[in-house]
Structure formats: structure tokens, C-alpha cells
């Protein structure tokens, strides 16, 4: 009787606590997300200084609050990030961190539970001379025709701004005209005097709109050249190049841009037989990615290579992507690894993707269409020699919480922006 009694007694007291109103223990925080999961760290080959960390995405619109400790000091920093992933420079070399990442609403106060602690080392790259190069390729759309979006006159400063916002060193232009546009100059040149003296173009013929734009503060031309390529397409289609010094770190590449024939309609097919129009351009544009390729081989002198272009082909085409392919048997590398009815990447090589899921069409679309993968159907392209290194590849979008354009859209192309590390040669 007496164990008995004993034995009940945590039960009373619990009873009786509860009857009081008094609380047992403090009460878990309800949150309206999961705490992240899939958190993984590892050192960049971008530096002795740097961390990438990446995880699950919950979903657009999610902030993050990323925390790391220093292992040797206990300091701690933090930094909120739109998307489930993030570089860490300016750590210490060859130092073990830790490493914690939850949600947090517009308040910045948390809406999860931190993830699990992980942790990392940093440690020196191989290539420790290596300095970082920005480069893109970017669809701006013609200025004497606006389709369903802005007339040029209202997108010409939103494209600007979005080249400038990317911090770029290179860009390979598609669509940028000859022809004058209300400011009273070429649509090429216009751009140029938005984004400053600073910034250059390796050539001022007309190559029907396929153009090469860079720094000068960072890059210096050595030299370029362009070449028309097979069609009986209007507009014409080019092939332009150039070899470009980089200040930083003097090391030279060769930057290719190109804008391939596109189908009349632009019809693609997921699966069926292919049409007449469909065989035709199709065949056409593995004869011109053909050209592209022995462009390459013929003036790049064996230097590192990063292609740019609107290849008008993406991994849905009736009957392949065939540039993709003529691009890949050539040893070109596509860093996020998008081949024909992929779903998922193939010999992905980039350390971070960013909005990768989106197409890089966007058809002046109130929102960037994606399809549940990590790879959209691209037909706008950053390809590089197995030999450069790339640190991040990015489909630009400024979207807002729901997942929709914030603004107007500059152009019915997203750009392709790429990090990457040019090798010595």
C-alpha cells in the first residue's frame, strides 16, 4: 500500500500543479515552418577565406538567417539571404566554423527552429592565384519591336540597371540593334551610355545585334573578331569573340557570344514527330553551333573559353537540343548540367545555383515560369572550357514574395549570370 502510495505521488503533485495554473515548463514556440533541413558547408574553391553553405529550399518568398561561429574565437556573425544558399568570404584560413540556418519573417524575428549545427573548414584552393570574373549572356530584346512588353524607351533603364546591379565584367548582348532608337543613337550605343564611359564594346559593326560589352575598369581587349554564320534567315545570324586580360589577376580568355537562328513561331515539342519547319531550324542550328565550335577552335589560340548565347534550343526541342549537344561533344562544360528531358542535373559543375528552376524565357510573363526541377528549359546560355572553375550561375530574376516579377520586366529573356575563375594558361 505504502509502494503504491509512493508511486502516485508524482502524479498528485502534477495534478495539483496544473489545478494552480502553474506552468510545468516553458512552453515550445509554435512556428509556421520546419527548421531547415539538408544544410551542407564546404570551402570554395574561391578562396582560403570562403564557405558555401547551402539547404532545402521551403519555398518563394522565404527569408533565411544564416549564423556561423568562428571555432577558434566563439565570434559569431549572421546575415539574412532570400535564398537557400550562400558564400561566406572573409573568414579565417584554414579554421573550422559552425554553422546554424532558420527562417525568419519581415521582422526579422525567427518563423523555425535553427537547423542542426554543422560545421566546416576552410582551407586553400588550388588555384590560389585564380580572381573572380563575372560574366552573362543577356537577351535585351530589340528596341524597334516590343511584342507584348515595354517599348524600349521604358526598358532601357531597367536592362541598365540590371546589368549594373550584377556587378559584371563581360556581357555577351543578343537582340542589342544597329538601328536608332528615340534617344537618337543605336540601341547598342545607348545602352552603353547608361551603364557609363567605363563600359566598352569590342566592335560597333552590325552583327545584327550579337554583341560583346565589358568593363574597362576590369578587362582589357587584346583582341576580336566576328564571323556570319550559315542561313537564309533575316536577320542574319553572327558568331562574335574576343580575348580579354583581366586586371586582377592577368590572366587572358576567350569570350564567345552568339544568337542561333529560331524557328518560325518558335514551336517546340515535348514529344511527337517533328514538323518540316521543326527539322529544317533544327538542322540549321547544329550547323551554326557547329560554326560557333570551330570559331573557337580557330581563334582562341587554346585559351580558357567562356560562350555566351540565345541558342533558341532548350532541353524540350523537337527532336533534341542540339546545340547542347554539338556544345558538349566539343568539351564544353554547362556548369548546371541541363541536358535533353532532364529533370534533375547531369555533371552539374557549379558550386551555387541561383533561381537555376526558372526558364530563361520569360515572354514578358508576370512571373518567371518554373517546372518543380533545379533546372528550367534554358535556351540562353553560359557554356566554359573544362579547365574554368565556376563558383556561382544564376538566373536573374527580381521576383517578390509571391514568386512574381517586382516591376516592369526589362526584357522577355532573364539574363544568365556566371562566377567563375579564369586558369592560368
Known amino acids: 500500500m505504502l509502494c503504491a502510495l509512493v508511486l502516485a505521488l508524482p502524479q498528485l503533485v502534477v495534478a495539483s500543479s496544473a489545478a494552480a495554473g502553474q506552468p510545468l515548463a516553458p512552453a515550445r514556440p509554435s512556428y509556421p515552418y520546419a527548421k531547415p533541413s539538408g544544410v551542407v558547408a564546404r570551402a570554395s574553391a574561391g578562396g582560403a577565406d570562403t564557405i558555401v553553405l547551402t539547404w532545402n529550399s521551403l519555398g518563394t518568398g522565404v527569408r533565411y538567417q544564416v549564423r556561423w561561429v568562428n571555432g577558434r574565437t566563439g565570434a559569431a556573425e549572421s546575415r539574412i539571404v532570400k535564398v537557400p544558399v550562400t558564400t561566406i568570404g572573409g573568414l579565417w584560413s584554414r579554421s573550422r566554423y559552425y554553422f546554424r540556418v532558420r527562417v525568419v519573417g519581415g521582422d526579422d524575428k525567427a518563423d523555425s527552429p535553427w537547423s542542426k549545427r554543422i560545421a566546416a573548414t576552410t582551407k586553400n584552393p588550388r588555384d590560389r592565384l585564380a580572381k573572380r570574373l563575372r560574366v552573362a549572356t543577356y537577351n535585351i530584346r530589340n528596341g524597334t519591336n516590343s511584342g507584348d512588353g515595354k517599348p524600349w524607351s521604358v526598358r532601357r533603364t531597367l536592362v541598365a540597371a540590371a546589368i549594373k546591379a550584377q556587378k559584371l565584367d563581360v556581357v555577351g548582348l543578343q537582340e542589342a540593334e544597329h538601328k536608332r532608337v528615340s534617344s537618337g543613337v543605336a540601341q547598342y550605343r545607348d545602352l552603353l551610355n547608361l551603364l557609363g564611359s567605363h563600359w566598352r564594346i569590342t566592335s560597333t559593326g552590325n552583327t545584327a545585334g550579337t554583341r560583346i560589352i565589358y568593363n574597362s575598369k576590369t578587362l582589357t581587349k587584346v583582341g576580336q573578331g566576328s564571323a556570319k554564320l550559315s542561313g537564309d534567315n533575316k536577320p542574319k545570324r553572327y558568331v562574335t569573340w574576343a580575348v580579354f586580360k583581366q586586371k586582377s589577376s592577368g590572366r587572358k580568355f576567350f569570350f564567345v557570344n552568339t544568337h542561333l537562328v529560331r524557328s518560325p513561331g518558335g514551336a517546340v515539342k515535348s514529344s511527337g514527330k517533328c514538323g518540316k519547319s521543326d527539322t529544317k531550324y533544327y538542322k540549321m542550328r547544329k550547323l551554326q553551333a557547329a560554326q560557333v565550335v570551330a570559331a573557337i577552335r580557330g581563334h582562341s589560340g587554346g585559351l580558357p573559353v567562356v560562350l555566351t548565347g540565345d541558342m533558341n534550343s532548350h532541353k524540350f526541342h523537337c527532336p533534341n537540343n542540339g546545340p547542347y549537344r554539338v556544345y558538349r561533344a566539343a568539351g564544353l562544360v554547362d556548369p548546371i548540367g541541363n541536358p535533353d528531358r532532364s529533370k534533375s542535373p547531369v ?39 573544362k579547365s574554368v572553375t565556376t563558383l556561382a550561375y544564376e538566373t536573374v530574376v527580381n521576383i517578390n514574395s509571391a514568386g ?22
Open 404 to 425: 512574381r516579377f517586382d516591376g516592369p520586366v526589362p526584357s522577355d529573356h532573364n539574363m544568365i549570370r556566371a562566377t567563375v575563375l579564369i586558369p592560368k594558361s
Open 347 to 385: 555533371g552539374a559543375t557549379t558550386e551555387v545555383r541561383i533561381h537555376t528552376q526558372y526558364d530563361s524565357s520569360n515572354h514578358f510573363t508576370s512571373a518567371p515560369k518554373s517546372h518543380g526541377w533545379v533546372n528550367g528549359s534554358n535556351v540562353d546560355y553560359v557554356w566554359v572550357s
